[in-house]
């Protein structure tokens, strides 16, 4: 019976489970860390309603072109 293409990477990745067992383990652990979290609804409902609104031209004030002379002889 034919044999199933199995990739360079899924190979060493079956060695490495085979010869760290706990390795998944501790993957979930570092997970729980950073990702699986409790949320406040309370604190994020808070949040968002202290969030200011965003300006609309956000790279530093207002655009260039609003800042222009309306006399040609006038300089920037």
């Given at each position: 019976m034919a044999q199933l293409y199995e990739s360079d990477?899924?190979?060493f990745l079956k060695e490495l489970k085979a010869?760290?067992?706990q390795l998944e383990a501790s993957q979930?652990?570092?997970r729980n860390l950073l990702w699986d979290k409790q949320?406040?609804?309370e604190f994020a409902a808070k949040a968002k309603a202290a969030q200011l609104a965003q300006t609309p031209y956000v790279y530093g004030g207002p655009p260039f072109w609003t800042h222009r002379a309306t006399d040609p002889k006038d300089k920037l």
């Amino acid at each position: 019976m034919a044999q199933l293409y199995e990739s360079d990477i899924s190979k060493f990745l079956k060695e490495l489970k085979a010869a760290n067992p706990q390795l998944e383990a501790s993957q979930r652990q570092g997970r729980n860390l950073l990702w699986d979290k409790q949320i406040d609804r309370e604190f994020a409902a808070k949040a968002k309603a202290a969030q200011l609104a965003q300006t609309p031209y956000v790279y530093g004030g207002p655009p260039f072109w609003t800042h222009r002379a309306t006399d040609p002889k006038d300089k920037l």
